[in-house]
């Protein structure tokens, strides 16, 4: 992959971004506020932190399914063991985000050791996180969190959303790691071709591991954030969020075949979804309008990164 | 990525028993399985296995096996279709309208078929010739389809459809249409993945693309054949699954694709492509089945039935890569 | 590792099996209040207003409004019956600009995101049924923080994120209903099973609940079997009804449906296996989806409110709340054509009692 190649999917993004945020800000004097602004980072941090290790999952030419099973058991277990064990809430938070990163390396085990591919491997386990977060809640909610736990999702720091500041740390070490570390350059490798990688001496096993383990982790980390902004548990949280977090993934560049995308790829990807999502409502189209149009700048974006990397290859 | 996969028919210096073991392991896993799920449930709940249960199970999850056949192919040749659930909403809401509007019958069935066609050639041109990954033309797809069903519809319920209109409560010797559509539409396909040219082109795209351009195979227009397969199957698939009860809910139904393409996979179809069988997905949509149906009889409490039926996925697939090292 | 699995599954199922043998799956753990067995109404304590108050709304008396909607879901009959009322509620004022949007599945993390979309784009009024009470509290709170006038209806919220709501019957009497209708169907000893929507929806769970409550007080001897989840989906309505009879043959004497889909999809489950008249099935439904049925006396009777008059209701009374013609403390309302309502437990507002159809009155319905 070469930096030009790489320029290319971000221009063509970064112009359709700025092309999509000029249209709507027309449409509406509501959305280029920094209230508006500000609370949309809210709404999307759980899906953006999850999209971050997505990336690196499909860059190996992986793909993670579970991801909302893993946050919607998270979330369940993080009320159980704060409600129904009488754990201290920090102390299950922090279980629930171990939960969540066991639930990862399970996958990455099922992946790495028995050589399921990922889309099955996550596919079944998919069922199977969601099926455990039904069964251990029995459908029951845990609710009556103390205050200082609502910060993290309902609370501001610096006149900035709580989860905002998590998001973006987040996509600032993604991005160094993806970007400057051998661990990213072995992402690539593993992605491009994992063969020449492991003759070149890279632990693909283990590299694999790290990363579903680490989306794992990520997603548990996304459900405690997720119920302290709804302020409850319900087994059926996340419940299609890979969906939109793959959407952002792959609209930012990233290629499902592996081997190619970069964390600001996602992050322009993600924030042209949301500011779609809200700018469209802002200007009174109806949801399901909003879903149309989605899936169309999906399609189109590829199409044009497409065409236009053909047309430079001459 | 380096999935080591056995292909069909790897070996001629191997038994005729581990070749036939080799090409057709999984569907001998996934038959002893149904068997093995037939005899202990119906030991302990006799009635699992009354006639009226097995029609019910198998007559019931047809619309799956037959969608399943058609994703089996698009797997094959290396794609994937996403969008599957969403296209059989649409699919059925346009049966639906097109009968409660006086049009003739038969083109209330066609009309899908054709649409269905119409829709999944533009998807197989989209990733053919210029080159989109199929996962990310049919995520587009889904929220295209999804978000244009319920723009036009609004959701209203279909209902007053003409008798004769509702296919899958039609009965031949006994039996509900949409079983002897599953074990025709299961033969045929199977007939034409192993004996006809086209066929035996969709293993070699899947397999390897190049190779395959190379031997001659005009591999973008094939895939866009593959992909206009995929449709007329997803077309009957929402015929039978608007016509088993007497009202079309015209929305998206909802892990539609979720669980055709599981029924695929676990079927043996490997998502790298280049391998599998129609039969063995037709056989896991009817296991699938089988255990959704089962779990109820064995009064597994319904709090847990879906850590239970991902729980036996995963013993699915483990049990057949455990046979592919076994095999090699 | 596949002897694991299964010893792991044998596990789960007896743990969960012998664990919650007791009461009714799918209802929640909430307190129950059955009603009296001979239908004395249940004696409702007065409670001060306890609903939330909009901060500095402008002055809306008499002037346009502008009013969304955002049912739980879009795209089902039920909601699509709300949403007419409230459409045919908004014309007859004439100075409401109604308008329903909403997510594709029942979603409480997308429900958030459309109120507060909407709260960003500055709309008068919010109309909500809400997915979970208390999920949807923060953002409904932020609304009313913005001045806007909130009022719920069919799914309530914690009360003091709304300012009311409209309640299209109380829990217990449509617990009582479903269970005496059902008693009367199939014997005072008689066995059933119940479809519903999931065990996390709050009204279902809700209704379970309140009538495993009253079955225990007034039809002690009425054998439940079990509760199966179905979403709000047709086939799989269908398929679980069927397996339902399939498993019990002829113990099985009534089917329950909880929701407006999945009882029309048990009445075609049994008429497809031939056992009219043989199983019963109760529930909650729209009447034109049930007419083919009851038609063909498969089904006796069908309950339900009204939700084209629950959407109307509801639009009247966010129009009352936001001209200040409807204060805390007031103990009713005028809904225009459904006269005066009851202001009931503080800050709800009473639709009437639940609706039985059956085929006397049911071709006079059409929603």
């Known amino acids: 992959m070469t930096l030009r190649s790489f320029l290319r999917h971000e221009a063509v993004l970064g112009f359709l971004l700025i092309v999509v945020l000029f249209l709507l800000a027309q449409q509406s004097d509501k959305f280029f506020t920094t209230a508006n602004i500000l609370n949309q980072g809210r709404l999307m941090a759980e899906v953006g932190l999850i999209a971050l290790p997505m990336t690196f999952v499909i860059i190996t030419g992986g793909i993670d399914l579970s991801v909302g099973s893993i946050l919607g058991l998270c979330a369940i277990l993080l009320g159980v063991f704060w409600h129904n064990l009488g754990l201290p809430l920090p102390v299950a938070m922090v279980l629930a985000i171990v939960v969540g990163g066991i639930a990862g390396l399970i996958n990455g085990l099922i992946i790495t050791r028995f050589k399921v591919p990922p889309l099955i491997a996550t596919l079944a386990t998919l069922a199977l996180y969601r099926g455990l977060a039904e069964g251990i809640s029995q459908a029951r909610s845990v609710r009556g969190y103390p205050d200082w736990f609502f910060v993290l999702g309902q609370g501001e720091v610096l006149g900035v959303p709580t989860q905002l500041w998590i998001l973006v740390i987040f996509a600032i070490i993604a991005a160094a790691i993806l970007g400057l570390t051998t661990f990213g350059r072995a992402t690539y490798a593993v992605g491009a071709n994992e063969t020449a990688a492991r003759f070149s001496g890279i632990n693909v096993d283990r590299t694999k591991l790290l990363i579903y383990t680490g989306a794992g982790l990520i997603s548990g980390l996304a459900a405690v954030i997720f119920v302290s902004r709804v302020s409850t548990t319900r087994s059926d949280m996340g419940t299609g969020v890979e969906l939109d977090v793959i959407t952002a993934v792959v609209l930012g560049g990233t290629s499902i075949f592996g081997g190619r995308g970069t964390i600001i790829g996602t992050v322009v990807g993600l924030i042209l979804v949301q500011a779609l999502k809200n700018g469209l409502a802002l200007s009174g189209v109806k949801g399901d309008g909003t879903i149309v149009v989605i899936g169309l700048v999906l399609i189109l974006a590829i199409l044009a990164t497409n065409l236009f990397s053909r047309n430079g290859d001459g | ?328 | 590792m596949k002897k694991k699995t299964v010893l792991l599954a044998a596990g789960l199922v007896l743990a969960s099996s012998a664990a919650y043998a007791a009461s009714w799956t799918g209802g929640d753990d909430l307190p129950t209040s059955p009603l009296a067995c001979d239908g004395t109404p249940g004696t409702v304590a007065a409670k001060p207003y306890d609903g939330g108050v909009p901060t500095n709304p402008p002055d809306r008396n008499g002037k346009k409004i502008t009013v969304v909607d955002i049912p739980k879901l879009i795209g089902i009959g039920y909601f699509n019956a709300t949403s007419k009322g409230i459409a045919d509620a908004a014309k007859e004022l004439g100075n409401v600009d109604a308008k329903t949007d909403g997510p594709t599945k029942a979603n409480i993390d997308e429900q958030i995101t459309f109120i507060d979309n909407y709260v960003t784009s500055g709309v008068d009024g919010i109309l909500f049924a809400a997915n979970d009470p208390v999920a949807i509290a923060p953002v409904l709170k932020k609304a009313l923080a913005a001045g806007i006038n909130v009022v719920g209806y069919d799914a309530n919220s914690t009360p003091d994120a709304r300012q009311w709501f409209v309640n299209q019957a109380e829990f217990n009497g449509i617990g009582k209903t479903m269970i005496d209708s059902l008693a009367k169907e199939i014997g005072e000893d008689g066995s059933f099973a119940i479809v519903t929507s999931t065990f996390t929806t709050p009204n279902q769970a809700r209704w379970i609940a309140e009538m495993s409550a009253y079955a225990e007080k007034c039809h002690p001897n009425l054998k439940w079997l079990e509760t199966v989840e179905a979403q709000e989906d047709n086939v799989l309505s269908f398929n679980q009804a069927t397996t339902l009879i399939n498993k019990y043959g002829d113990q099985l004497k009534g089917i329950v449906g909880m929701t407006s889909v999945a009882t029309p999809a048990s009445a075609e489950a049994v008429t497809q296996a031939g056992q009219c008249g043989k199983v019963a099935v109760v529930g909650l439904a729209t009447p034109n989806a049930m007419k083919p049925y009851v038609e063909k006396d498969c089904v006796k009777s069908v309950v339900l409110w009204n939700p084209v008059d629950l959407g109307y209701a509801a639009a009247y009374v966010l129009r009352a709340a936001a001209d200040g013609t409807l204060k805390p403390g007031d103990t009713s309302v005028k809904a225009g054509k459904l006269g005066e309502l009851q202001v009931v437990n503080g800050s709800e507002i009473l639709l009437g009692a639940p609706f039985v159809f059956d085929k006397a009155n049911i071709g006079q319905f059409d929603f």
Not at chain 2, 6 to 28: C, D, K, L, M, N
Not at chain 2, 171 to 186: A, E, H, K
Request: proline share 3%; glycine share 10%.
């Open chain 2, 1 to 328: 990525m380096s999935l080591d996969i056995a292909a069909p028919r790897r070996s001629a210096s191997t038994g005729v028993f581990a070749r036939t073991i080799g090409t057709y392991g999984q569907e001998f896993i996934i038959l002893a399985a149904i068997v093995a799920l037939f005899i202990v449930v119906g030991f302990i709940a006799p009635r699992f296995v009354s006639q009226t249960n097995l029609t019910s199970i198998f007559s019931g999850n047809a619309y799956i096996a037959v969608a399943a056949i058609g994703m089996s192919m698009v797997i094959i040749s290396g794609h994937i279709d996403v969008s599957v659930g969403s296209l059989i909403g649409v699919l059925a809401t346009i049966a639906g309208t097109l009968a409660v509007n006086g049009y003739p019958i038969w083109i209330a069935w066609c009309a899908p078929i054709v649409v269905g066609m119409v829709i999944t050639s533009l998807i197989g041109a989209l990733v053919a010739y210029v080159r989109i990954p199929s996962i990310v033309v049919t995520l587009g797809m889904l929220s295209i389809l999804k978000g244009g069903l319920i723009s036009l519809t609004g959701g209203a319920w279909i209902t007053n459809l003409p008798p004769d209109f509702l296919i899958a409560q039609f009965r031949l010797f006994g039996v509900p249409s949409p079983v002897w559509f599953m074990l025709g539409l299961t033969i045929v396909a199977a007939m034409f993945m192993r004996y006809t040219a086209f066929g035996r082109s969709i293993y070699a795209i899947g397999g390897n693309p190049e190779a395959a351009r190379v031997a001659g195979i005009r591999v973008e227009r094939s895939t866009v054949a593959i992909f206009a397969i995929h449709g007329f199957f997803a077309g009957i698939a929402a015929i039978l699954f608007a016509t088993q009860l007497q009202v079309i809910q015209s929305t998206v139904p909802a892990g539609l694709e979720l669980t055709v393409i599981t029924a695929s996979v676990v079927g043996g179809v490997s998502i790298l492509g280049g391998t599998g069988t129609v039969v063995g997905s037709t056989l896991a949509a009817i296991l699938f089945a089988a255990i959704g149906s089962s779990l109820i009889f064995l009064n597994v409490s319904a709090y847990w039935l879906r850590s239970v039926q991902g729980l036996l996925i995963l013993a699915t697939v483990l049990a057949d890569m455990a046979r592919r090292r076994g095999v090699k």
